[in-house]
């Protein structure tokens, strides 16, 4: 290896007379540590976010057997904490809007990215944007006045259930999970859809069994984003679920009562609880709880998506 | 001798208005190893895709003349796309697997035509393979993924892939575009055992190659056909000047 020194003099000549090689390292030093800082700090935020929840929620766990945690009472005024009436709300209500929201948001973009003439797509797809923009609120205000009396005229005892929230969810949810599909969909490469045709297969043959498996990463982080709005959202599930914290009755009905979920209790009853008390300290509990729901999903669809097609084996 | 294929007075224009192709005349006969050879842009892989009409994908384009396969025109609106594509099989330039397995990729045509039925499916498999070189260097390993594959084994895979349904035509659009010479002369020598059996029609890589392979070829330039016939007429006495300035390396 040759120093910069022993260099040929027309190389020496190109470096700017003002940044001599120290200098430019220096300088190569700021921009890395920088970055670096950057990349680092999302890390440590969410540690700090984590360990913030562990301080303020861990008393619930000292204090409250975690036999009553599993309960299935749900009053704070009588020190009863039981979580899993809550837990079964969330879990009606977000289970609920991905049955809903997958497979019309999967049907949509493959309608929209190759079936739709050219001029139908290019109205669907700003329209279903500005779904997309649509305030939350906006959103559960919709299913308060006008789903919630539907339902309740279809047979339920109330309009105010798991079904309507999930329902409200859902839509939430759609336009990311139809946006980010299409755009997989149109990534896959023309190559595939040539090598099938060519093979005689139909065009509805070479979407299910190449375009969409060539696809899969891209929609299973665009069916990730869209249930992860749905998973975090509180103000409209609030205001459409009825907000009874109790375990529904077993089975298909159980939908169509009212429920309430994690979020929607905490964001209700913060307001009102003793900083310190142990109610407040529950109500962290429940944001760990949460936080802990939402990491498994999201390392169970990484993992998912790194399963195969990251792989590549044999020769090159 | 009834041409296996005619196409008569075809002219292709894109969206764009670049015209491909100009009033295109050539009858291709049953197990002939018909070359397509020119310049970039002359309109060789157009034609390949408009007799299998995978050109149909793209809007906006016109199209005139006709192309008849057995007799039968094949933009007739009642001839079903999907069995043409069957008869007519195709091998690309880039060579495409599909995601899967060595052998879902072989299995994927012959299920897409429906047949279910296991022994006959592993059976064509085995044949294809077999007819397209490639069969020794992948027995053990049929359930790898076809990306593991080398270039000229993903390339020969895609040719047993379409011979798996026993098509009845196959254009090959150049390929052996990227192979190294061994693996090029594998694929040529299988094409002369195929040829036994299906009509081909390639667009080769080179002039070289297309003297080597062809028993008649098609020179074109710009989208017209300068010159058609035998491999002897058109690598050693050409009569239009531009066929003999192209295939002595004058231009090109």
């Not at chain 1, 390292?25 to 562990?54: D, K």
């Not at chain 1, 493959?110 to 939350?136: M, T």
Request: with cysteine; proline share 5%; hydrophobic share 50%.
């Amino acid at each position: 290896m040759s120093t910069l020194d022993e260099a040929p003099a027309a190389w020496q000549e190109q470096q700017p007379s003002g940044a001599p090689a120290a200098k430019r390292n220096w300088r190569e030093t700021i921009i890395e540590t920088v970055i670096r800082l950057c990349g680092i700090s999302a890390v440590v935020i969410i540690t700090l976010i984590f360990l913030f929840l562990l301080k303020e929620g861990a008393p619930a766990f000292m204090q409250v057997p975690i036999r009553d945690l599993l309960g299935v009472r749900w009053y704070p005024i009588e020190d009863m904490f039981g979580l899993l009436p809550l837990l079964v709300g969330s879990l009606l209500v977000t289970i609920g809007a991905v049955v809903i929201a997958v497979p019309l948001g999967l049907t949509t973009a493959v309608y929209l990215g190759e079936f739709a003439p050219p001029w139908l797509r290019e109205i669907l797809k700003p329209v279903i944007e500005v779904l997309a923009g649509i305030p939350s609120i906006v959103l559960g205000f919709l299913g308060w006045v006008a789903l919630a009396p539907l339902i309740q005229a279809a047979g339920a005892a109330t309009g105010l259930t798991a079904f309507t929230g999930a329902i409200i969810l859902a839509y939430m949810a759609l336009p990311t999970i139809i946006s980010i599909t299409e755009d997989a969909l149109y990534a896959v490469p023309k190559e595939y859809r040539d090598g099938a045709l060519a093979l005689g297969a139909t065009q509805w043959q070479t979407i299910w069994r190449v375009v969409l498996p060539a696809a899969r990463s891209g929609i299973v982080i665009a069916v990730m984003l869209g249930v992860g709005r749905a998973i975090g959202e509180t103000m409209a599930v609030m205001l459409v679920t009825g907000n009874a914290a109790n375990i529904p009755a077993f089975g298909l009905g159980a939908w169509f009562q009212p429920v309430r979920t994690m979020t929607a209790t905490i964001a209700a009853e913060m307001g009102e609880v003793a900083q310190g008390s142990l109610h407040y300290s529950v109500l962290f509990a429940i944001g760990i709880v949460l936080f802990l729901i939402t990491f498994a999903f999201n390392s169970l669809a990484t993992r998912f998506i790194g399963g195969r097609s990251r792989r590549r084996g044999g020769q090159i | 001798m009834t041409a296996k294929l005619s196409i008569r007075d075809l002219s292709f224009t894109y969206a764009d208005g670049a015209q491909a192709l100009q009033h295109i005349n050539m009858e291709i006969f049953a197990n002939e190893l018909f070359v397509l050879f020119g310049p970039s842009r002359a309109g060789k892989t157009t034609l390949l895709r408009l007799i299998n009409r995978l050109a149909d994908l793209l809007d906006g384009v016109q199209r005139s003349g006709e192309i008849l396969f057995n007799d039968q025109d094949v933009y007739n609106p009642n001839l079903d796309v999907t069995y043409l594509r069957r008869r007519i099989g195709m091998v690309f330039a880039v060579p495409t697997p599909l995601p899967g397995s060595i052998y879902a990729n072989l299995a994927y045509g012959l299920e897409m035509a429906g047949i279910k039925d296991r022994r006959i499916i592993d059976e064509r498999v085995e044949r294809s393979l077999r007819q397209a070189a490639l069969w020794d260097e992948v027995k053990d390993r049929l359930q790898d993924s076809a990306f593991a594959l080398s270039g000229g084994q993903k390339q020969r895979m895609c040719l047993a892939r379409s011979l798996v349904l026993e098509p009845d035509v196959i254009l090959l659009d150049n390929p052996t575009s990227g192979l190294d010479p061994i693996s090029t002369a594998l694929v040529e020598e299988s094409l002369f055992e195929l040829k036994q059996q299906y009509t081909i029609i390639m667009v080769p890589h080179s002039v070289q190659q297309a003297s080597r392979v062809a028993d008649r070829a098609a020179f074109l330039l710009n989208g017209e056909v300068v010159e058609i016939g035998s491999q002897q007429r058109i690598f050693i006495h050409p009569r239009d000047k531009r066929t003999e300035d192209y295939v002595t390396g004058r231009f090109g």
